[in-house]
């Protein structure tokens, strides 16, 4: 029995109610303040390493403002994007120092070491590496090894050919180009003029330069931006190890270029809020957050005398808020709606689950909606946190085709957030099968169980309706067809279909508790399918301004099919096919069971 | 009584949940499966053979019946959850409604409209069309579809078999002997080693077409000398003429000045004219390579050669406008309109020159003199070289490596014409040589035929000439598009493309007006996601040219209201009704008395839903519809 089932008792007895008000108010008054300590040990959790940041002497770099692929970005972001996309972490680690992207770009950029020699690049495909004569084992490369590698050369060569005549390319050949992109983009940094930081002097859309690229302004205006510049490109090269002297520099190099052209140069603050931003990793905060509040829920859940139901809540409400302060910030970052992406599908997913779960615990107290959402959440941060390559976390302007429209920007959004009803189903129906194929006996759990999944399936059925139809009314809008049958379409319908199907099939009693928790599980393969499939396995239709290079389709087919022996493991508990098995094997045990 | 019974247990079936949902199953599988089966072949196959087809219609069909029957076979609707299900359910049917009502009632297409060309109104609609007419019968039409492998949907029109379709086939003609009248005609054979291939071309006196051929990158001519000068004519390099303008030039004159446009350059400026204090202004408004008159009345270009080139010129002197269009033959009197004042006075006189066929930099030319002996020029950017050419040799004209050797000669000839399809690109590799063709063949046993594109062609066969006609499915529109403005806006610094918007005049004739002479027009912007619509149609910017940015491909489609309407509509239903089927009931709880939280779960909905499931047991609407 739970705590509000026994209210309900007690508030039936008139004489108690009374009785009960103060002690009503005291309970309530200690579930407030478990709550409060929750989300501020939360919060606090999350401030505090941020609070003990040691300044660093290229601080004032980092807000100079690049205008790179479309739009105006801190050299921060420029750092962190080229080193991700270079070396595939936003830090370098070599002979046993720890380099953040702004140190490692800065170096690159004005390069005052050998970078011809560092082990910096990313080459992870195994079979590529065989292929060419390179050490499988190792991870990252120097730019002379690979540049100098006959055989990588050939594949290239072999891939442009191919990719001329429209012909498929081979998962080696593909992988082959990436490493070109990489040491292409690393021969490209090595260049005073590698990012434009010269405002245009009166365009504000108009194409900037480089420091030390022939120039838009007098050469009056520009010589002592360009002696600052040698001076602190000086200071690099001479003392790489200590740049503590750099400040002044960078500060001077930071407001010169600003009063070069002060109607163009984005206000001061604007390039703040994003360097906050990356440094904030508002998503990785959450999903620990996230975490902890599971491990708290878990406690509360096991061990008896510890009743921390509300110190959880609280931890994960706090995730919750720092995670939707971070979709924020971005959304002003990029002066856009959200998800309009594969990495934005990914967060905004995580939030829903999150936010959806949050909901419903708050409705019904029952614990399962936390414990089945944390870590799917946790799992949906970490993978666009970790993935950089297939979820490409950085903001780029979008395609035509998604821009300035309203339906757009509630139907893309309406459509993940019926997927992330799904995942919590997903995740509620894996507790239920766990159930069933560990604790059979606890038959009010299951039940229980099988009524809050049904909930969020209604949830996530009117989402995804809703979504489709939105969907349907922006294509009516953009491509002048309100249903076009494009497989993105269809597969949206498709997982609505493998929802109502048992939902409909449990009202004719064809399937009933442990049906409704098996196709939670099962259906959610549909809706991986539109959501990630259509753009990767399938990779064709109007919707292709989602799709991205794959990649790991091994690991996700085996994760789906462990998770189907899961279900499978279960299915046989539950009918019981094991001791049929059993007694199949061993005549004498079958009186037993009649 | 016993009928109705049986009526009434079809109709329980119909509109059962124990139908619906193998049904939901069925479709469901199917939709996995043509996704599946669209990577492989592309869409327009997957459109033709499962969305757009009978048998899935069907299926769309019995969904319906079975939405509309279980939802009348709960009447009636009481409480939150069977309205929420009665509404979700019709609307999903007047959906569907809609949806075939769409493939069915609307018209939609591709129109390329271009900055430097004049106002469109015809609409490439998707498809092709064939007509036929067999001997002594009235003509029948059908619209194809081409399958990726070049199969041909339907393979049977009107008696005549489609047996295949090829989008690169040339016409080409032979020539046999037994003309009744002198008519050389030479076979000329080309080869290329650093190409490695060699080509065969006819070249004929008549018919007039086969006495120039173009083979890019070079002219081959047939030249028939009457007179000994007319023989050295032929045998002498041309003069170096002056780069001649494209599009020719416009030249005013006016009291004894006189003015030039260049249409290459200056097409949409306009130049003044003044004299004895007077001034006449003059803008050229429009080109159009092939220029003539479509359905509205409005001009159009037919093709993109220059073979009835004209000028639109919009002309002012302050109080009078006149709009003149003027042609690149000599022959053609120039068109005058009075469209503000009266006629400009003193007059202007208005020619247009322009050089329709100009003379080629590189050609072979083989000439046959008064006495039936032959010779041969050619000239390259090497050079220039002439002589006598009898059948075997071989002259090296000097475009590439091109070798061409005289093969056939046949004094008399006479024409026989074959549309063949090209197994790959031409050796001239000119892009425009190949057009798409069908094959059909009279009845079962017919000899298999090519037919052109766009060009209605005769077949004989015992009982007389078939006609057929093989071309794209065009739509005339009642208002005509003109592009003035493409622009291209790029993101900050980079060359991505942010936005592209066609600047369009739509222009239509005043429905008041019976004559259709006078005209309406309207500015409009067209943008992705910002349509406009127009007389009922709607105008969406589709896709653009990367490498021409004079030219935007825009989408047009007309949707009768009332689609449109159900559509919506029944999308509203579906969504309110879920809504209510779900939370009506809750919503209207909370609002009476305290929400209970877990136990509410509990005791909610298993048992209501088995009620739902089970059968009503008497059926009140049913009974009225059965005439009980």
């Known amino acids: ?594 | 009584m016993t009928v109705n019974l049986a009526k009434v247990n079809l109709a329980k079936s119909l509109g059962s949940i124990k139908l619906a949902v193998p049904l939901l199953v069925a479709i469901a599988t199917i939709l996995i499966g043509a996704t599946f089966y669209e990577a492989e072949v592309g869409s327009a196959v997957v459109q033709q053979e499962i969305y757009k087809s009978p048998w899935f219609g069907g299926l769309m069909f019995l969904l319906a019946v079975n939405l509309g029957t279980s939802t009348l076979l709960r009447y009636p609707w009481k409480g939150a959850r069977k309205i929420g299900f009665a509404i979700t359910h019709w609307g999903l049917v007047v959906i569907i409604a809609g949806s075939a009502a769409v493939i069915h009632l609307s018209v939609e297409g591709m129109m390329l409209a271009r900055t430097d060309a004049g106002p469109v109104s015809t609409l490439r609609v998707d498809g092709d069309l064939v007509e036929v007419a067999a001997p002594g019968q009235p003509s029948e039409q059908a619209s194809l579809f081409i399958k990726a492998d070049g199969t041909v949907v339907p393979s049977q029109v009107g008696g005549l078999s489609l047996l295949g379709y090829s989008d690169n086939a040339i016409s080409t003609v032979r020539f046999a002997t037994g003309g009744k009248i002198e008519n050389p005609a030479v076979r000329l054979v080309l080869k290329s080693d650093r190409m490695g291939q060699s080509l065969e071309r006819w070249l004929a006196a008549a018919p007039a077409a086969y006495d120039t051929i173009d083979i890019g990158p070079a002219e081959l001519q047939l030249v028939k000398a009457q007179t000994a000068d007319e023989l050295v004519a032929a045998l002498t390099p041309p003069a170096e003429s002056p780069v001649a303008k494209q599009h020719g030039e416009v030249t005013i004159s006016w009291l004894g000045q006189s003015r030039t446009i260049d249409i290459d350059q200056d097409l949409g400026k306009s130049l003044e004219l003044n004299a004895q204090g007077q001034t006449l202004s003059v803008q050229t408004v429009g080109f159009w390579p092939d220029f003539r008159l479509d359905g509205n009345r409005q001009p159009v270009s037919a093709t993109d050669s220059l073979r009835n080139p004209a000028v639109q010129l919009m002309v002012t002197n302050g109080k009078s406008s006149e709009s003149w269009f003027v042609f690149g033959n000599p022959g053609f009197e120039s068109i005058r309109n009075s469209t503000e004042g009266d006629p400009i006075a003193p007059l202007f006189d208005v020619d247009y020159e322009i050089i329709t066929n100009p003379a080629p930099t590189a050609f072979f030319r083989l000439i046959v003199d008064q006495k039936g002996a032959l010779h041969y020029a050619a000239k390259s950017s090497k050079g220039f070289k002439s002589g006598a050419i009898a059948i075997g040799d071989s002259v090296v004209p000097g475009w590439a490596d091109f070798e061409v050797t005289l093969a056939d000669y046949i004094p008399f000839a006479t024409v026989e014409r074959e549309i063949v399809p090209l197994p790959q690109r031409s050796l001239a590799g000119s892009p425009t040589a190949g057009e798409p063709a069908l094959l059909v063949s009279v009845g079962e046993a017919g000899k298999p035929v090519w037919i052109p594109w766009g060009r209605p062609t005769a077949i004989d066969s015992e009982a007389g000439d078939w006609f057929v006609a093989f071309s794209p499915k065009l739509l005339q529109l009642p208002f005509s598009l003109k592009l003035n403005d493409f622009i291209v806006e790029r993101n900050e610094g980079s060359e991505s493309v942010a936005m592209w918007t066609s600047e369009v005049s739509l222009i239509g004739p005043n429905e008041s007006d019976s004559d259709l002479d006078s005209y309406t027009v309207s500015d409009r912007s067209v943008w992705m996601n910002h349509p406009t619509w127009f007389r009922g149609w709607k105008i969406a910017q589709a896709s653009w040219n990367p490498g021409d940015l004079s030219q935007s491909t825009l989408q047009i489609k007309r949707e009768p209201w009332w689609v449109t309407g159900l559509t919506w509509l029944g999308s509203a239903m579906v969504t309110a009704g879920v809504a209510t089927m779900f939370y009506g009931r809750a919503v209207a709880k909370k609002l009476t008395k305290q929400f209970k939280g877990v136990t509410d779960l509990l005791e909610t909905p298993e048992a209501e839903d088995a009620a739902a499931a089970s059968m009503p047991h008497s059926i009140p609407l049913f009974n009225a519809l059965l005439g009980r």
């Open chain 1, 1 to 594: 029995m739970t705590a509000s089932s026994q209210q309900k008792v007690k508030s039936q007895d008139p004489l108690a109610h009374q009785l009960d008000d103060s002690q009503n108010e005291t309970i309530s008054m200690i579930k407030l303040i478990k709550f409060a300590i929750g989300l501020t040990l939360g919060l606090l959790l999350i401030a505090l390493p941020f609070s003990q940041f040691q300044p660093s002497p290229l601080n004032p770099l980092e807000t100079i403002v690049v205008q790179q692929g479309g739009r105006k970005k801190p050299l921060d972001t420029v750092a962190q994007e080229t080193v991700a996309k270079i070396h595939g972490a936003t830090v370098y680690r070599h002979d046993g120092i720890v380099e953040d992207s702004m140190t490692a770009f800065m170096s690159l950029w004005l390069n005052n070491r050998d970078w011809n020699q560092a082990p910096f690049v990313l080459f992870s495909y195994r079979p590529l590496k065989e292929k060419v004569g390179l050490d499988p084992d190792q991870k990252y490369f120097s730019f002379q090894t690979l540049m100098t590698n006959q055989a990588l050369g050939d594949v290239v060569r072999e891939a442009h050919k191919k990719d001329l005549e429209g012909a498929d390319l081979s998962r080696n050949e593909r992988e082959a180009i990436t490493i070109e992109d990489r040491l292409t983009l690393m021969l490209g940094s090595v260049d005073d003029n590698a990012i434009a930081i010269v405002p245009h002097p009166t365009d504000v859309k108009g194409k900037w330069m480089g420091i030390s690229e022939e120039s838009l302004y007098s050469a009056e205006a520009i010589a002592p931006l360009l002696s600052n510049f040698t001076a602190m490109k000086q200071r690099f090269l001479a003392q790489p190890d200590s740049l503590s002297g750099l400040s002044t520099l960078a500060a001077q190099l930071t407001s010169d270029l600003r009063t070069l052209s002060p109607v163009v140069y984005p206000v001061v603050g604007v390039m703040d809020k994003e360097v906050f931003f990356n440094h904030f990793h508002p998503f990785a905060s959450a999903w620990k957050l996230y975490g902890i509040a599971f491990i708290v829920m878990l406690a509360t859940v096991w061990i008896k005398p510890v009743e921390l139901y509300w110190s959880a809540i609280g931890l994960f409400v706090g995730g919750v808020i720092v995670q939707s302060y971070g979709f924020l910030l971005r959304m002003q970052i990029a002066d856009r709606p959200p998800v309009t992406n594969m990495y934005e599908s990914v967060i905004w997913v995580g939030f829903g689950i999150a936010a959806i779960a949050l909901i419903f615990e708050l409705i019904y107290r029952a614990k399962y909606y936390l414990l089945a959402a944390a870590p799917l959440a946790v799992i949906c941060l970490i993978l666009a946190d970790s993935l950089p390559a297939v979820l490409d976390p950085s903001i780029s302007p979008l395609v035509p085709v998604l821009r300035d429209n309203f339906w757009l920007s509630i139907h893309v959004p309406t459509i993940a957030l019926s997927y992330a009803s799904f995942a919590l189903a997903l995740g509620i129906g894996h507790v239920a099968l766990g159930s069933y194929l560990f604790t059979p006996s606890a038959k009010a759990r299951i039940h229980l169980l099988s009524q809050l999944n049904y909930r969020v399936l209604q949830v996530g059925v009117l989402l995804l309706t809703a979504g489709i139809i939105l969907g349907g009314i922006w294509a009516h809008f953009s491509w002048g067809r309100f249903w076009g049958w494009d497989p993105k379409e269809t597969w949206a319908l498709i997982a609505l279909l493998c929802y109502l199907v048992p939902l409909h099939g449990r009202l004719v009693g064809w399937i009933g508790n442990f049906g409704i928790s098996v196709a939670s599980v099962a259906a959610f393969n549909a809706v991986l399918m539109a959501w990630y499939g259509v753009n990767f396995v399938l990779g064709t239709g109007l919707h292709s301004y989602g799709f991205g290079t794959g990649g790991s389709e091994w690991m996700i087919a085996s994760v789906i099919g462990l998770d189907m022996l899961f279900v499978l493991a279960a299915t046989a508990r539950y009918k019981g096919w094991l001791n049929k098995l059993s007694i199949s094997a061993g005549e004498t045990t079958a009186s037993a069971n009649s």
